[in-house]
């Protein structure tokens, strides 16, 4: 019903930069968010970052200073751009859409890997 498509990660080397974008698509009403989470391997999944529907943000600490986010929940898109990448920050990135449901909407993730 509801489709989180991701893209844009990849191999990049420490210091560098990536983009990701989001696009959802389907049958629903409003998306009151949309946001970015990220799964270390061994690790919980965690917010990286997100957007609300009137432009608010939240980081997760490890991403302020790094990483923007940016979006429009009525176009049902969101970006996050990545700066100055560490090999820790290697991960699956997951596009997040929170419709005021109580089920789970996920994207299928896209890899991002910091190494040399």
């Known amino acids: 019903q509801v489709q989180l498509v991701e893209s844009g990660g990849g191999l990049v080397q420490p210091g560098g930069s990536l983009t990701l974008s989001c696009v959802a698509s389907?049958?629903?009403?409003?998306?009151?968010?949309m946001g970015w989470y990220r799964q270390i391997a061994g690790k919980q999944r965690e917010l990286v970052a997100g957007?609300?529907?009137?432009?608010?943000?939240k980081y997760g600490e490890f991403a302020k200073g790094r990483f923007t986010v940016s979006g429009d929940t009525g176009k049902n898109t969101v970006s996050l751009q990545m700066n100055r990448l560490k090999p820790e920050d290697t991960a699956v990135y997951y596009c997040?859409?929170?419709?005021?449901?109580?089920?789970?909407?996920w994207g299928n993730g896209t890899l991002v890997t910091v190494s040399s």
């Open positions: 957007i609300t529907i009137d432009k608010t943000t």
């Open positions: 389907g049958r629903f009403f409003t998306i009151y968010a």
């Open positions: 997040h859409a929170d419709l005021g449901l109580p089920m789970e909407h």
